[in-house]
């Protein structure tokens, strides 16, 4: 069984309404980007495109790593507004778009203008953020430490 104290440390968050419209923005986008992957939705490809295409930059195997990523993304963008499991859901972002940065963007420099790092690299530094301070006041982790300390 889990230790108390390392499952306080996962939902455990700092108060304040600051992580809100941040985690709801950030949660948005990365829906709708997994969306693209997993569903063909928005303008996407769907699975077994978006499948192919890793594969072929040589992400291996392609549709497991279609399916990763786009869970990663779908289910994690979820979490993140509904603030539940802040922390771990948004290191597994982090981790995502450090992927997508190195794998897909970097070549083409900073600018999104030529496919570049820079919009990456902005849900980057907001996951990093949401893993560093927590989802905030108004979130299913602060309902779950409650419950939490109440026992």
Same mark, same amino acid.
């Given at each position: 069984?889990?230790?108390? /104290?390392? +499952?306080? /440390?996962?939902?455990?968050?700092?108060?304040?309404?600051?992580?809100? %419209?941040?985690? +709801? $923005?950030?949660?948005?986008?990365?829906?709708?980007?997994?969306?693209?992957?997993?569903?063909?939705?928005?303008?996407?490809?769907?699975?077994?495109?978006?499948?192919?295409?890793?594969?072929?930059?040589? !992400?291996? %195997?392609?549709? &497991?790593? &279609?399916?990763? &990523?786009?869970?990663?993304?779908?289910? $994690?963008?979820?979490? !993140?507004? *509904?603030? *539940?499991?802040?922390? %771990?859901?948004?290191?597994? *972002?982090?981790?995502?778009?450090?992927?997508?940065?190195?794998?897909?963007?970097?070549?083409?420099?900073?600018?999104?203008?030529?496919? $570049?790092?820079?919009?990456?690299?902005?849900?980057?530094?907001?996951?990093?953020?949401?893993?560093?301070?927590?989802?905030?006041?108004?979130?299913?982790?602060?309902?779950?430490?409650?419950? /939490?300390?109440?026992?």
């Amino acid at each position: 069984m889990l230790n108390s /104290s390392f +499952i306080a /440390s996962i939902i455990t968050t700092k108060h304040g309404l600051d992580d809100l %419209p941040i985690r +709801i $923005g950030a949660g948005v986008i990365f829906m709708a980007h997994g969306a693209q992957k997993l569903f063909g939705w928005f303008g996407g490809y769907g699975l077994e495109a978006t499948g192919q295409w890793m594969a072929s930059i040589g !992400l291996q %195997p392609g549709f &497991a790593m &279609a399916l990763l &990523a786009g869970l990663a993304e779908f289910i $994690g963008g979820l979490f !993140l507004i *509904l603030g *539940l499991l802040t922390r %771990p859901t948004s290191f597994v *972002l982090a981790m995502t778009m450090v992927v997508a940065i190195f794998s897909v963007h970097f070549e083409h420099g900073f600018f999104m203008s030529n496919n $570049g790092y820079e919009f990456a690299l902005a849900l980057l530094v907001v996951s990093i953020s949401l893993l560093l301070r927590g989802a905030g006041h108004v979130s299913l982790d602060q309902q779950l430490t409650h419950l /939490s300390r109440s026992k």
